[in-house]
């Protein structure tokens, strides 16, 4: 497609359950990130690949949270044992080159009940 | 760690007048920003962006200014429209964290018709 994509764009789930969260960002796009964002605020850096390579996960919020790119395109975010704080907005976003305005998905709303 | 924070949170126009949003930024070392529009239940929409070796920056119908000697950015959109309503962010970025943009906490903007 011609823009980043997410999916779901909707998810609940219930307090201890795991989710994925995927993306797949625009074709050739080098650069990928994930952040977060609850409402009312603006989004908050997770973490960046440069193709397959994770090269900052100091966003991350706790070790529940796991990112990866294995083949430097589509790139799944995991939250393991959900907890009512991770209730959010996840966004993924891609750029060609990471000092480049990154274009944003739709974003997944999580909601842990 | 960096601030990015905005002077007002709501801003009402009326259709066809300037809109001039601010924001403020904590780190020197910042030197590429970039301003953002999200809509209700969207990604951030990238509108323009400017690195600090300029003041100025145009695009259509949006220009935006940067003072680095007060820290401060703006974003003017001229002839102001209903789909012009949205939450603005303003993020930077800093070349030692090149790969970690920092976001503002939003600015709401109403049009009224």
């Known amino acids: 497609g011609a823009g980043v994509s997410q999916s779901p764009r909707y998810k609940v789930a219930k307090r201890g359950q795991d989710v994925a969260l995927r993306c797949d960002p625009i074709?050739?796009?080098?650069?990928l990130f994930w952040y977060q964002q609850a409402l009312g605020q603006g989004p908050e850096f997770l973490t960046y690949?440069?193709?397959?390579?994770?090269?900052?996960k100091s966003g991350l919020p706790s070790d529940r949270f796991f990112a990866e790119r294995p083949e430097g395109s589509v790139s799944t975010l995991k939250i393991q044992r959900t907890q009512q704080e991770d209730s959010a907005v996840y966004l993924c976003?891609?750029?060609?080159?990471?000092?480049?305005?990154?274009?944003f998905g739709q974003g997944t709303r999580l909601t842990v009940v | 760690g960096e601030s990015v924070g905005l002077h007002l949170p709501t801003l009402s126009v009326q259709e066809g007048d300037n809109s001039i949003i601010n924001c403020a930024y904590s780190?020197?070392?910042?030197?590429?920003f970039i301003w953002y529009k999200q809509e209700s239940g969207k990604g951030p929409q990238f509108i323009i962006d400017i690195r600090s070796n300029m003041d100025k920056r145009q695009g259509q119908r949006v220009t935006v200014l940067l003072n680095k000697t007060v820290k401060h950015l703006s974003l003017q959109i001229a002839a102001t429209q209903p789909g012009d309503s949205a939450v603005y962010f303003c993020?930077?970025?800093?070349?030692?964290?090149?790969?970690?943009?920092?976001f503002g906490s939003g600015t709401k903007l109403n049009v009224k018709p």
């Open positions: 993020a930077e970025n800093a070349g030692y964290n090149f790969n970690k943009f920092y």
């Open positions: 780190n020197s070392a910042s030197d590429y």
């Open positions: 976003a891609s750029s060609l080159e990471v000092r480049l305005g990154a274009f």
């Open positions: 690949f440069q193709n397959e390579a994770q090269l900052d």
């Open positions: 074709s050739g796009h080098v650069s």
